[in-house]
T-cell receptor, first 113, second 116 residues
Framework: GNSVTQMEGPVTLSEEAFLTINCTYT??????LFWYVQYPGEGLQLLLK?????DKGSNKGFEATYRKETTSFHLEKGSVQVSDSAVYFC????????????FGQGTTLQVKP | NAGVTQTPKFQVLKTGQSMTLQCAQD?????MSWYRQDPGMGLRLIHY???????DQGEVPNGYNVSRSTTEDFPLRLLSAAPSQTSVYFC???????????????FGPGTRLTVL
């Protein structure tokens, strides 16, 4: 079945450091891929998405490219801020009509000043 | 728009008690779903609905019941609470797929449930 695997956290970085959070997936057909962010005490918010191979999603300085050949959707940011501290979830929807999201286990990012 | 609202924010139950977690959205979204979030396991789908009167099971449906009588509301019922149902519960909604593209899901703020 479909699945998502994320790198284990927590990830601790200093402010202005480069961020990569790895995400790989297993899916049949042509899934859409998403990154969601959860700030402390809040629900999930969509950070970015990509709906077909080689698409690049971007938002708030974060980027991720849909790589079908490596089944990956790694999240990157060139210079993190303390306010980026949150839990990041990679997710996919399969080829069915329901749009059900399948999530990775989440990666906690802590940015220190 | 209030978006997706959930009540209550916190709840403590005793084993065997029943309760209903409320979820409502004012965006006229057809698709709604319930997830539970547990440490190290991401979010797992409990039940979902693609429209009023239509519901289906997700990955972890046992011990939970849902109904969808209106587009706006999608309550989740715990029939007989167990400690294993201690979790944070999120409701989400989404418009239906646009062609081949899946639309984003909008999440509520969550309900933190403890079962003693």
């Amino acid at each position: 079945g479909n699945s998502v695997t994320q790198m284990e956290g927590p990830v601790t970085l200093s402010e202005e450091a480069f961020l990569t959070i790895n995400c790989t997936y297993t899916a049949t057909g042509y899934p859409s891929l998403f990154w969601y962010v959860q700030y402390p005490g809040e629900g999930l918010q969509l950070l970015l998405k990509a709906t077909k191979a080689d698409d690049k999603g971007s938002n708030k300085g974060f980027e991720a490219t849909y790589r079908k050949e490596t089944t990956s959707f790694h999240l990157e940011k060139g210079s993190v801020q303390v306010s980026d501290s949150a839990v990041y979830f990679c997710a996919l929807t399969g080829s069915s009509n329901t749009g059900k999201l399948i999530f990775g286990q989440g990666t906690t990012l802590q940015v220190k000043p | 728009n209030a978006g997706v609202t959930q009540t209550p924010k916190f709840q403590v139950l005793k084993t065997g008690q029943s309760m209903t977690l409320q979820c409502a959205q004012d965006m006229n979204h057809e698709y709604m779903s319930w997830y539970r979030q547990d440490p190290g396991m991401g979010l797992r789908l409990i039940h979902y609905s693609v429209g009023a009167g239509i519901t289906d099971q997700g990955e972890v449906p046992n011990g939970y019941n849902v109904s969808r009588s209106t587009t706006e509301d999608f309550p989740l019922r715990l029939l007989s609470a167990a400690p294993s149902q201690t979790s944070v519960y999120f409701c989400a909604s989404s418009p239906p797929r646009t062609g081949v593209f899946y639309n984003e899901q909008f999440f509520g703020p969550g309900t933190r449930l403890t079962v003693l």
